[in-house]
């Protein structure tokens, strides 16, 4: 009796894998940061009772198994050399968000200071899917419906270790740049930060245009400030004409930690298990904090003397 057509595709796979690719993507650790950890676990809710295939994924990952990654708006495409020699072809979808939920999400994230501040270290806010829910959507996945998977391999499980290995891939490639999520989801990150800017900045030009009496009309450009200087001998160019007042100066803590070294990600040769900004990201911070109280503690500032 002949074996059934799947178990003879199976049996086939059974034999000496090639090795990996030498563009192949290795996986050293996904999951570092929060949200490639919630991304991670978009993967474990599709497969709640499969372990053992999410355990082969992470094999297949760290051995550089995944290559030809890509990352488009709604889509991610990547090749998988697994036990024969073509590679097997993942297809990863996820809805892309419209321009009106954007334009929501935009508003409310402009909306909080520390929102651009991180975005622009290259770090996500925690808080930041309170910005796309008042938008009525999230940034991440949260049912296993929301991601849709195909592989060219044979096996029918679902997500198989093909595309296991790739989420995880995308994982530590979100961990390094969370604008991939951005892109993932139809916004890349310079639209995204001017988006925020140029909704910040248009409450202050509207105040700005309503301060004078008279504001300009559409189109008609505003009137060019002129200062007349007095006369001013040359000796006295340099003396001051009344003491300064005092400098009260402000040192905020930054709104996110180590953000270069998560931007830059691990250099080549690099041998530990946790990333440098997990590595070195502690001594960073104490050393930021400790300056800082050194600065505050110095006294108030005085005014500037004369001359």
């Known amino acids: ?3 059934p057509a799947r178990w003879a595709s199976f ?5 000496p894998k090639p090795p990996p690719p030498a563009r192949g993507i290795r996986m050293k650790r ?5 949200w490639g ?3 991670l676990e978009a993967l474990e809710r599709m497969a709640p009772d499969d372990a053992g295939r999410l355990a082969r994924g992470r094999t297949y990952a760290r ?3 995944t290559h030809d990654l890509t990352v488009k708006p709604g889509l991610v495409t990547a090749r998988v050399t697994g036990s024969q020699p073509r590679p097997y072809k993942v297809i990863v979808t996820i809805a892309r968000l ?3 939920t954007w334009a929501k999400a935009i508003a409310a994230m402009a909306k909080r200071a520390s929102f651009a501040a991180a975005l622009l270290a290259g770090q996500m806010p925690e808080e930041i899917e309170t910005a796309f829910q008042s938008a009525g959507t999230s940034l991440f996945p949260e049912r296993p419906e929301d991601l ?16 296991a290995a790739t989420h995880y891939v995308l994982g530590e490639a979100f961990d390094k740049d969370p604008f991939l999520l951005f892109e993932l989801r139809g916004r890349t990150r310079e639209q995204v930060i001017e988006a925020i800017r140029a909704a910040r900045g248009a409450p202050a030009r509207a105040r700005r245009a309503g301060a004078g009496k008279g504001a300009p009309c559409a189109g008609e450009a505003p009137a060019i400030a002129t200062v007349t200087p007095g006369k001013m001998a040359a000796k006295d160019y340099d003396a001051w004409r009344e003491a300064p007042p005092a400098l009260d100066v402000a040192l905020d803590p930054p709104a996110a930690h180590a953000a270069l070294l998560s931007q830059l990600g691990a250099p080549p040769g690099w041998t530990e298990e946790r990333s440098p900004a997990d590595l070195f990201g502690p001594l960073l911070r104490a050393a ?3 300056a800082r109280e050194i600065a505050m503690a110095e006294g108030a500032p005085r005014a500037r003397e004369p001359g």
């Open 37 to 39: 950890k919630r991304w």
């Open 148 to 163: 849709t998977t195909a592989c060219s391999c044979p096996d029918a499980a679902n997500p198989c270790k093909h595309v």
């Open 11 to 15: 049996h086939r796979e059974a034999g």
């Open 98 to 100: 419209d321009d009106a």
């Open 1 to 3: 009796m002949s074996p």
């Open 30 to 34: 996904a999951g570092t940061t929060w």
């Open 63 to 65: 051995a550089g198994r």
């Open 288 to 290: 930021s904090e400790r």
